[in-house]
């Protein structure tokens, strides 16, 4: 009976490794660099001049990426490094991003020093398609701002004040089919919006500018993952209804 429990919980795993996996083109781990583990989509680090290089710490799964300086961390509109790699849109018609983040400032409010206004920028936004591509931030209030077209995206009127909570670890999930968009926060579907228009394949993918936290575990699939497939994704990192704190 013993043997048979642990085939079978063997056997789950396999399945839910398999479905996180499948149609995965993009995987950074940042398990102390930048390497993209499944192309050679490799990040590089953007530095300031009034910042330090990334640092390493203990992330949600294995390492993650620590950006930004903590002694310039009251200043929220000090601009802090990004992340800038070379990936390609996976597939314009239908597309996963997935992230650990924990912001430890959010950031907002009208342009400010070195002219930061929002916090955690990722997607094309820097890129030659800006927001004709895929692109998402947060408020200083927690909102959130994520989608296609600024005519046609989340905005806080879906997506509102407190979503994002600084301090705290949580997986950020956007899918895109056909143009439906769909945002998840802990692997729970929180928002949907139809009418997308299908978005400009992009040429580089960016990863938090304006940032000050922990980055870890950020996915790009060539498909819409489904609710299941997100809530597995969740739970494979050991998430269990709310983001864990700062650890």
Not at 68 to 97: H, M, Q, R, W
Not at 202 to 207: C, S
Request: with cysteine.
């Amino acid at each position: 009976m013993k043997a048979y429990i642990i085939l079978v919980m063997r056997l789950t795993l396999f399945i839910t490794t398999v479905v996180a996996e499948e149609g995965l083109v993009n995987h950074w781990k940042f398990d102390g660099d930048y390497k993209d583990s499944v192309g050679k989509k490799h990040a590089w680090a953007i530095h300031t001049d009034v910042k330090g290089p990334p640092t390493w710490e203990t992330g949600r799964i294995g390492q993650a990426v620590t950006l930004g300086d903590p002694v310039l961390i009251p200043y929220p509109k000090i601009s802090g490094p990004g992340l800038l790699t070379n990936a390609e849109c996976p597939n314009p018609n239908a597309f996963t991003v997935s992230w650990w983040w924990r912001p430890d400032v959010l950031g907002g409010g009208v342009g400010g020093v070195n002219g930061a206004r929002w916090s955690g920028r990722m997607g094309t936004h820097h890129d030659d398609v800006r927001w004709n591509g895929w692109y998402f931030h947060s408020s200083q209030a927690g909102a959130v701002y994520c989608g296609v077209t600024t005519a046609k995206r989340f905005t806080p009127k879906d997506i509102p004040s407190g979503t994002v909570v600084k301090g705290v670890w949580q997986m950020l999930t956007f899918t895109f089919d056909k143009g439906t968009g769909r945002f998840y926060k802990n692997g729970a579907l929180i928002a949907t919006k139809a009418g997308m228009p299908v978005p400009v394949r992009w040429r580089g993918f960016h990863m938090t500018h304006w940032f000050n936290g922990g980055l870890d575990d950020v996915r790009l699939y060539d498909h819409a993952l489904s609710d299941a497939e997100v809530g597995k994704l969740y739970q494979s990192a050991g998430g269990k209804g709310k983001g864990s704190s700062k650890r």
